[in-house]
């Protein structure tokens, strides 16, 4: 089987696609709801604003055969060629179809593609525990980053401890909130209060500026999403905040994005307070949303605790993994 290039994915290839990510999911669940078909169909019809994409799949049979697709890979290529953001690569093989070499071809395809657009770096996230991990090893990937992956239930979280967490604000700050793209008064001090996040700072490089803040914004709304923000206010100064991605249709599972609080403001219990906002604002504006999923770093013990003072739950662990583009195979390696 060798693999082809899905520049333009025919809506039979789309079907296949999802179908490879479904088996997959099935043999390795990880605490998320199945992969939705269009979702899957919207991910790979339209680049998100602020990045390209490049696609890739091996079929049965090999390619003009028509057979079905039972591996694929994505490579995402946020800003602009020769950037110094690392592409973001994800491959998938059909568990039946593993240890055929098919992985290593598709990753040598993605690399060619990652030299064409002048990256010097490649990350790829994965479940712990799964295949992935001795292949991304196993081809020059090193883990820089460990992430628990948890679930809050919003059933199971006491109205009156929100009430209780509201009411306990800390003096000097005021609380603001928007749905989308950030107010153009906020949007520098968003971009300021996003470097105190360490999680991806030391191997992804990249400066927060009000341009990214926004471009992340519209990236979600392509999606058909919706990105909540909270921020807690000192003067003009955003101390803390925190994001939500609320699913179109404002019903099912919403994903926690970004919670930061500057290191000069940090012990007044400002990220639990925004969170706590981000709460009441959910449940009044979305009550379909009934969970909330988070992925935090394993050594930011300090947000740990808040998600786990809050209710969240522990439900998978997941690495991220980086390689430098020189060290990946060529194609026809």
Same mark, same amino acid.
């Given at each position: 089987?060798?693999?082809?290039? +899905?520049?333009?994915?025919?809506?039979? $290839?789309?079907?296949?696609? #999802?179908?490879?990510?479904?088996?997959? #999911?099935?043999?390795?669940?990880?605490?998320?709801?199945?992969?939705?078909?269009?979702?899957?169909?919207?991910?790979?019809?339209?680049?998100?604003? @602020?990045?390209?994409?490049? /696609?890739?799949?091996?079929?049965?049979?090999?390619?003009?055969?028509?057979?079905? /697709?039972?591996?694929?890979?994505?490579?995402?290529?946020?800003?602009?060629?020769?950037? %110094?953001?690392?592409?973001?690569?994800? =491959? $998938?093989?059909?568990?039946?179809?593993?240890?055929?070499?098919?992985? @290593?071809?598709?990753?040598?395809?993605?690399?060619?593609?990652?030299?064409?657009?002048?990256?010097?770096?490649?990350?790829?996230?994965?479940?712990?525990?799964?295949?992935?991990?001795?292949?991304?090893?196993?081809?020059?990937?090193?883990?820089?980053?460990?992430?628990?992956?948890?679930?809050?239930?919003?059933?199971?979280?006491?109205?009156?401890?929100?009430?209780?967490? +509201?009411?306990?604000?800390?003096?000097?700050?005021? /609380?603001?909130?928007?749905? @989308?793209?950030?107010?153009?008064?906020?949007?520098?001090? /968003?971009?300021?209060?996003?470097?105190?996040?360490?999680?991806?700072?030391?191997?992804?490089?990249?400066?927060?500026?009000?341009?990214?803040?926004?471009?992340?914004?519209? =990236?979600?709304?392509?999606?058909?999403?919706?990105?909540?923000?909270?921020?807690? +206010?000192?003067? %003009?100064? =955003?101390?803390?905040?925190?994001?939500?991605?609320?699913?179109?249709?404002?019903?099912?599972?919403?994903? $926690?994005?970004?919670?930061?609080? +500057?290191?000069? #403001?940090?012990?007044?219990?400002?990220?639990?307070?925004?969170?706590?906002?981000?709460?009441?604002?959910?449940?009044?504006?979305?009550?379909?949303?009934?969970?909330?999923?988070?992925?935090?770093?394993?050594?930011?013990?300090?947000?740990?605790?808040?998600?786990?003072?809050?209710?969240?739950?522990?439900?998978?662990?997941?690495?991220?993994? $980086?390689?430098?583009?020189?060290?990946?195979?060529?194609?026809?390696?």
């Amino acid at each position: 089987m060798d693999v082809i290039a +899905l520049d333009d994915p025919t809506d039979a $290839q789309i079907r296949e696609w #999802h179908s490879v990510l479904a088996a997959v #999911h099935a043999a390795e669940p990880d605490g998320e709801p199945a992969p939705d078909p269009e979702r899957t169909a919207r991910l790979l019809l339209g680049a998100e604003a @602020g990045a390209r994409q490049r /696609l890739w799949a091996a079929a049965a049979g090999g390619p003009g055969a028509g057979g079905a /697709l039972v591996a694929v890979a994505a490579l995402r290529l946020p800003g602009e060629p020769g950037a %110094g953001r690392p592409g973001e690569v994800d =491959i $998938q093989v059909r568990p039946e179809h593993r240890r055929r070499g098919l992985g @290593g071809r598709l990753l040598a395809a993605a690399a060619e593609g990652l030299r064409a657009d002048g990256r010097s770096s490649v990350i790829a996230q994965v479940l712990a525990g799964t295949p992935a991990v001795p292949f991304l090893e196993s081809h020059g990937f090193e883990c820089v980053l460990t992430l628990r992956g948890m679930l809050l239930r919003l059933d199971d979280v006491p109205a009156e401890r929100v009430a209780r967490l +509201l009411a306990e604000s800390p003096a000097g700050y005021r /609380l603001v909130r928007w749905r @989308g793209v950030v107010p153009d008064e906020h949007a520098d001090a /968003l971009a300021r209060a996003k470097h105190a996040m360490a999680d991806f700072a030391e191997y992804e490089g990249t400066p927060w500026d009000a341009l990214r803040v926004r471009e992340m914004a519209e =990236i979600v709304a392509k999606r058909g999403d919706d990105l909540y923000t909270v921020a807690a +206010l000192s003067g %003009g100064v =955003i101390a803390g905040f925190t994001e939500v991605v609320v699913p179109a249709g404002c019903a099912g599972r919403a994903a $926690q994005y970004d919670t930061a609080v +500057l290191p000069e #403001h940090r012990g007044r219990r400002l990220g639990i307070w925004v969170k706590a906002a981000m709460l009441r604002w959910l449940g009044e504006e979305c009550p379909g949303v009934r969970e909330i999923e988070t992925d935090n770093s394993g050594d930011n013990a300090h947000m740990l605790a808040v998600n786990e003072e809050l209710g969240f739950r522990l439900e998978r662990e997941s690495l991220e993994y $980086q390689a430098a583009v020189s060290a990946l195979p060529a194609s026809g390696r």
